[in-house]
């Protein structure tokens, strides 16, 4: 796709891409990760998925020009150093769940879901309204202390948290995922030469664990609901 070598993951009804860049590779989405190896590796943005029909208003005006494959087209830039793009799906949450766990099976580290994603941005404001541009409203603003504030916003199970105002580069920071059994997730980690804390009690309710140090610069923790 557009000179990238992907390796596919899934969690829950999402899939997360991971994209290197060929010597051949263009385009928008090519660009994007790109610049993100350039600088050691990152997220570089999301594909969201819509319905084919009457939901044309939701994803802003299409792109032909800079299709990234025949069937998701980019977007319009939106919020700094995050790539977006739309993707039409033909079925429901649950049909995206079962069908994943049937191809590769269960997470053996138990996870079960992105429970959310952390995405850096200059100015919420301008975040928020990016985001409700397209559909996606935000249910709640809180403040952080030092200037700082997160708004929220949720699709399905994943909640997209956005924190502003940045003090470094814009983009998407860190994935949280939901896991059955936070110790097996701790456990699959230490098992494969990564550092991991002890799971403790999280903000949110359940237990949380992190891996000590970024992977591609990405933050990842685990977390366990109540």
């Known amino acids: 796709m557009a000179g990238l070598s992907f390796a596919r993951l899934a969690a829950g009804a999402m899939e997360i891409d991971l994209c ?10 090519a660009d994007a990760v790109s610049e993100a190896v350039s600088r050691g590796g990152g997220v570089v943005g999301w594909i969201w998925g819509i319905e084919p029909a009457g939901h044309e208003r939701a994803i802003g005006p299409a792109l032909p020009s800079q299709e ?3 069937d998701t087209l980019a977007m319009p830039a939106g919020l700094p150093g995050v790539f977006t793009a739309a993707l039409n799906i033909g079925s429901d949450q649950d049909a995206r769940r079962k069908l994943h766990r049937e191809l590769p099976g269960p997470n053996p580290n138990t996870v079960d879901f992105l429970e959310h994603i952390v995405v850096m941005t200059p100015v919420l404001e301008d975040a928020i309204a990016t985001h409700e541009a397209i559909g996606v409203p935000c249910k709640r603003i809180r403040e952080v202390g030092n200037g700082m504030r997160q708004a929220f916003f949720k699709l399905e199970q994943t909640v997209i948290e956005v924190v502003g105002p940045s003090r470094e580069r814009p983009g998407c920071w860190g994935l ?5 059994d936070i110790h097996a997730a701790v456990a699959t980690a230490r098992e494969n030469g990564l550092q991991a804390t002890e799971p403790k009690k999280a903000i949110q309710g359940g237990q949380i664990a992190r891996i000590v140090d970024p992977l591609d610069g990405v933050a990842v923790a685990f977390m366990q609901a109540p």
């Not at 290197?20 to 989405?29: E, K, N, Q, T, V």
């Open 20 to 29: 290197c860049p060929g010597s051949d590779a263009s385009g928008p989405l």
């Open 68 to 70: 990234v494959t025949v």
């Open 176 to 180: 949280a995922f939901m896991c059955g």
